[in-house]
């Protein structure tokens, strides 16, 4: 058998996520500030997929409060040493509906609900441990196939089943930008996701008044994301760095 190639992990050096850090923090404060926003109204949260929990506590340690990961595999590996710090854990990947208990143990939040039956699952385990659970409904805006999320014309009617659900509280709308150089484009899709999110708020269904989070923008879009209504970027590469490629 060949051997296989020993590859080492992809983790930045000592100090580095600190740095990064702070930068994105100045990035959203200007993106803030240049959309006549508050600063403080656009949270970071930090995708932490692939990254060593060495790397992620340093993030932590650097100030960052809320983390996301895709994978619950990742979630339960390193939330038990990140504990004693006590950041806000987010799944934002797809979840399998046989991975629920397991998120559950772990996660604030999950932002990436597409469908009812997950949304379903979720409240009747919350309901079987007697605890609610902050869910986002993930819209696909630019219609890319290989991205998760309701279609933009199912989010509403989603949303409010959600919304109905006695243990998930409806925080507000996730999406995925294009992956496109066409920055307008790109808008586009934001924009498209706030107008869902004010049509909720504004829906009267039961559970939707107060949904009005809207988690969009990434390293190399959040600016658009922020300009168009962002409450909450996600961001990895720009603070870890290049991820090894799966
Ligand atoms: C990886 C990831 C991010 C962060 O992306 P970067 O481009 O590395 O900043 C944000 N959201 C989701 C759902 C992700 O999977």
Known sequence: MPDSPVREPLAPEPGVVALRFAAVRARVADAALAAGREPDDVRILLATKTMPVEVVREAVLAGATLLGENKVQELVAKAPALADLAPTLHVIGRLQSNKVNLALRHAACVQSVDGVDLAERLSRRCEALDRHLDVMVQVNVSGESTKAGVAPDAALDLAAAVGRLPRLRLTGLMTIGAASRDVALVARGFARLRELRDALVASGEPGTGDARELSMG??????????????????GTAVFGERPRA
Request: charged share 15%; net charge negative; no cysteine.
């Open 218 to 235: 990434m390293s190399g879009d959040l600016a658009t994301a922020v300009a168009e209504g962002s409450t909450m970027v996600r961001i």
